[in-house]
């Protein structure tokens, strides 16, 4: 199970499965809360005529599930031959409130007047266990509450113009043997109980006699909000006005947040233009406006594991944001920033992770390894927003930033890196990497240091901190000077080494596809250097089609997701590393079929995966992951400026 279609306004985040029915729906937060439970049963849409009813998702209909053209806004089309109806949604959240608003068009495929009702089931977990939250009919302003303490949800809609539901039901879901209350829908009537409490869901029905080949409108909303009181002024706006115009307002502005970037869009091939704008708006959705950047709004994933994407990992965020600098939108980047100045250690460095709301994420990194105390962190995500900070400033010009940050971050942040060295080797020392598996001094993170407090003296000289700005570079030497210690003699970088507590040193030989994109984009070193040549060969040789559907893994033996006789699955972001480097050494048609790989992996709503069954092709973990979308963007903007 993916998320085909994920909506968003920087508050308000949904998520739509295969079916096009709610599956995720995070609120105040981008990320947080998860007021569903991916674990169970979801909202359904239910439909009777002429005495048969169906849920949408109970098998029989034919569900497409896509994106509307340059915009947040789904188009998901449900048909079902034998009841000869079609449902025609366009699924959005509302440019100036926190609505998720379905914009239906109902179409009778028989000749012959029918009435059509349809139900929208909705089930909400806002208190942690699903045990203490209340959902009632209101019958003042007609909509269904669902509410704890201060998260209300009003849900209500219209038929045409201004008929609202005709009946409605509120009772028990999943607890005290109860499967829920959408079942009381499919006889075509609703009970119209009015309150309940508990573990709670609810189901309202919209009715209407159509014509023979009439299509008619039915409107659906779930406001959340802070209080009853603000969430029924924006229900009473929607009631009283057209849906269309909301609709029409939402395309407006995700058009208007594109067109900083039509200049670059124009000169990308065709072909590719609505995968990469698709790519930058789902970039965009998982993008809080607080500052928080999502890994992936999809959590299936804990279906499977233990936890879920939805944490702002540092480095995630700074892939994000990378290629909307490069595209000129600005707003995000700078709002992550503020995200992590605030975040960041007062010792200079960023934690493994954090929740949307500026709490530290969960982490399966120790404090100790070995018998020596540790930090649990990756350096590399502290290393890259340094470095992304001095990508925003070459694109935006923007002075009055780092004169901002220089202070609060980017020097405690470099000044942090220049200590964490080992004398033993005059590389970094151990964290973790960043796949978040190993505790060693990684290939990939030793580089992206390098790069770091490269970026940091470039950003001292416009400061004005010449003193500092020779520091880092003098850092910056040194350790690259250092790199080719993790060279194997066989002709490759290793994944990483390691100094224990006596001043020995262990190497992990592992050949890891960060081990050569590290080196190529943050190191310094040439596509023609001997080191970046060979290693590449092994990459080649040992990470590329290693599978029937070809692509590119970590690194060999990822027991990730691992279900296999193969090394490992392949990645997208893996893949379309490879492609990068192909492209600067000018070997373009092998760059364009990895490019392809991508391209054919995507959904046909555009959304792209973590990872892929290396038989089949099929989907693995979560999908959208951000990351990959940020890489494919990354991806066409370098072929384009070769062209």
């Known amino acids: 199970m993916g998320r085909p279609v994920v909506l968003s306004n920087g508050q308000l985040f949904v998520g739509l499965d295969e079916s096009g029915l709610v599956h995720d729906f995070y609120y105040p937060y981008v990320g947080l809360e998860n007021l569903t439970n991916a674990r169970s049963l979801q909202h359904k849409i239910g439909v009777w005529v002429d005495g048969q009813f169906q849920w949408t998702n109970g098998g029989g209909w034919e569900i497409s ?16 031959d034998s009841l000869g109806v079609r449902l025609e949604s366009h699924d959005f959240i509302d440019s100036e409130h926190n609505a998720f608003i379905r914009s239906m068009k109902v179409t009778n495929e028989r000749d012959n007047e029918r009435e ?8 909400f977990q806002i208190s942690r266990l699903g045990r203490a939250d209340t959902a009632m009919y209101v019958p003042d302003d007609e909509y269904i509450l669902d509410y704890k303490g201060r998260c209300c949800l009003l849900i209500s809609g219209k038929v045409g113009e201004d008929k609202v539901f005709d009946q409605y039901s509120v009772g028990n879901y999943g607890i005290e043997g109860k499967a829920g209350t959408f079942m009381d829908a499919e006889d075509g009537e609703l009970t119209n109980n009015n309150v309940e409490h508990g573990g709670v869901d609810s189901v309202i029905r919209f009715s209407h006699h159509a014509a023979g080949g009439e299509t008619f409108s039915v409107d659906y909303w779930i406001v959340a909000a802070d209080s009853q009181t603000d969430g029924q002024i924006i229900h009473n706006k929607l009631k009283s006005h057209p849906i269309d115009e909301r609709l029409n307002k939402a ?29 930058m708006l789902i ?15 999809d959590s299936s994933i804990f279906n499977y594991g233990r936890d879920y994407y939805c944490y702002c990992w540092p480095r995630d965020a700074a892939y994000a944001i990378w290629p909307l600098i490069r595209n000129g939108q600005f707003k995000e980047a700078l709002n992550f920033f503020e995200f992590a100045r605030d975040t960041k250690h007062p010792d200079g460095y960023l934690m493994h992770k954090y929740q949307p709301d500026r709490a530290i994420g969960s982490t399966w990194h120790p404090l100790i390894h070995g018998k020596s105390r540790e930090l649990a962190i990756q350096e590399d995500e502290t290393a890259i927003v340094v470095y992304m900070m001095a990508e925003y400033f070459k694109y ?6 780092v004169h901002s940050y220089y202070d609060s971050f980017i020097s405690p942040a470099a000044q942090f890196m220049c200590d964490f060295i080992d004398v033993e080797t005059g590389l970094p020392h151990a964290s973790y990497d960043l796949w978040e598996e190993r505790f060693s001094t990684s290939t990939y993170t030793v580089s992206v240091v390098i790069a770091s407090l490269e970026a940091a003296a470039r950003l001292a000289d416009v400061a004005g901190h010449p003193d500092d700005a020779f520091r880092w570079r003098d850092n ?25 507590e006596f001043g020995k040193i262990t190497y992990d030989d592992t050949l890891d596809i960060s081990s050569l994109y590290g080196p190529f984009m943050f190191a310094g070193l040439s596509t023609d250097h001997p080191m970046i040549d060979s290693t590449l060969k092994h990459v080649e040789q040992r990470l590329l089609n290693t ?21 490992g699955n392949p990645w997208i972001v893996c ?46 973990s979560v999908t959208p992951l951000v990351w990959s979308h940020a890489e494919f963007v990354n991806t066409v903007l370098d072929l384009s400026e070769v062209d």
């Open 65 to 80: 599930v896509t994106f509307a053209p340059d915009a947040l806004i789904s188009h998901v089309t449900m048909r079902s």
């Open 116 to 123: 059509i009702r349809i139900f929208m089931h909705q089930v």
């Open 251 to 279: 395309t407006t502005q995700w058009h208007s947040w594109l067109n900083a970037s039509q200049e670059n869009l124009a000169k990308i091939d065709r072909a590719d233009r609505q995968l990469v704008t698709t790519s």
């Open 283 to 297: 970039v965009k959705a998982h993008c809080d406006e607080r500052g928080s950047i999502l890994a992936s709004g």
């Open 396 to 401: 935006s010009k923007d002075m009055d930033f």
């Open 476 to 500: 910056a030497k040194r350790i690259a000077s250092n790199i080719d210690k993790l060279y194997h003699p066989d002709g490759y970088f290793r994944k990483g080494l390691l100094v224990d």
């Open 547 to 567: 599978s029937p559907i070809g692509g590119v893994i970590r690194y060999e033996n990822d027991n990730y997701f691992r279900t296999k006789q193969y090394k």
């Open 575 to 620: 893949t379309l590393w490879l492609a990068q480097i192909y492209i600067e050494l000018d070997r373009k048609p092998e760059a364009e079929q990895l490019l392809d790989w991508a391209r054919q992996r995507a959904l046909p709503s555009g959304v792209m995966s973590e990872q892929f069954d290396p038989d089949d092709g099929g989907t693995i």
